[in-house]
């Protein structure tokens, strides 16, 4: 068997071919450096904790876990609003340094998600595969390394985010490094009593790895535990908890009855904090015209509030 080099540091292909389904091989070598962010957190264990440790981590997480609903999610994936193009490439940038590859694959598969959901050609669903297939190990396949670009013909005339697409470790490494050398600032250090790997380790790996499940539960918790407003041919379904951790996007069932709303949160008491935070942004007018939960909608929910 002969190893190719260039398999792996090679930007991973763009196609226009249709996928082979959920038919996916897990390839190992690609899950190293997911399992080398979460080996490296126990880091953690060999320096001292403050509370600006907590602080870091909280900003880093809630910074780019906002990127990720809002701009890969409701924006890239649904066009739920509108934004000119330079918000457009920071919200972008931000996701991207999630470690979650880039916003055109981003939104590729979750547009065939939502026309496969829960059927044989969905990849990460809970009932056609193990849970933890659906939760991680379908990320590390070899359907799940091309972006599909038949699935997001209104994104290619970008070159910028054709650009980070295809190079999606950039944001990565400019954010783990950026952590700890602003760590090794000495300024720095006396107001927070942080060196450069405990910044590294509050700032990008602890809030890098807890995004990376966050956003998985939507996939594999809110497929199976929760409840179910609307009737949508599959077993998406409403958790407050995963809405808690990810912003709004907990409220699934509701979503996948509905995706193209900028809000998710359809009824009170769904607090969806990504949607807030999008009414903010354009109050300052660097996002419009966010699309409304139609009133047939809410009519048309099974259980109401």
Request: net charge positive; proline share 6%; glycine share 6%.
């Amino acid at each position: 068997m002969s190893f190719s080099l260039s398999k792996w540091v090679c930007p991973p292909p763009e196609t226009f071919d249709n996928p082979k389904g959920s038919k996916g091989k897990v390839e190992w070598f690609r899950c190293l450096p997911y399992v080398l962010i979460h080996l490296s957190a126990l880091l953690v264990f060999f320096h001292p904790v403050t509370f600006y440790c907590f602080v870091i981590a909280f900003l880093s997480y809630a910074a780019r876990m906002f990127a990720i609903t809002a701009f890969y999610h409701r924006y890239f994936s649904h066009r739920a609003f509108k934004t000119g193009r330079i918000v457009q490439f920071l919200g972008a940038l931000t996701a991207c340094s999630s470690g979650q590859r880039g916003p055109l694959w981003w939104a590729a598969h979750h547009r065939r998600h939502h026309r496969h959901s829960d059927a044989e050609d969905d990849v990460h669903s809970p009932h056609t595969k193990s849970l933890l297939w659906s939760h991680t190990l379908w990320f590390m396949t070899d359907y799940a390394v091309p972006t599909f670009l038949k699935e997001i013909p209104d994104w290619l005339k970008f070159p910028e985010l054709r650009f980070l697409n295809r190079y999606d470790w950039i944001p990565v490494v400019l954010l783990a490094s950026g952590c700890y050398f602003l760590g090794e600032i000495a300024a720095f250090q006396s107001i927070t009593g942080m060196n450069g790997i405990m910044f590294l380790i509050w700032g990008f790996i602890i809030p890098t790895i807890a995004l990376y499940h966050a956003t998985f539960a939507v996939n594999s918790i809110n497929h199976l535990v929760g409840s179910k407003r609307f009737d949508t041919g599959d077993e998406s379904r409403n958790n407050s908890f995963v809405a808690f951790i990810t912003m709004g996007e907990g409220w699934h069932n509701n979503h996948h009855f509905f995706p193209g709303s900028a809000k998710q949160g359809f009824f009170p008491g769904e607090f969806d904090l990504t949607y807030q935070i999008l009414r903010i942004f354009a109050f300052f007018g660097l996002v419009r015209n966010l699309r409304p939960v139609p009133d047939w909608v809410k009519k048309k929910a099974s259980i109401q509030p």
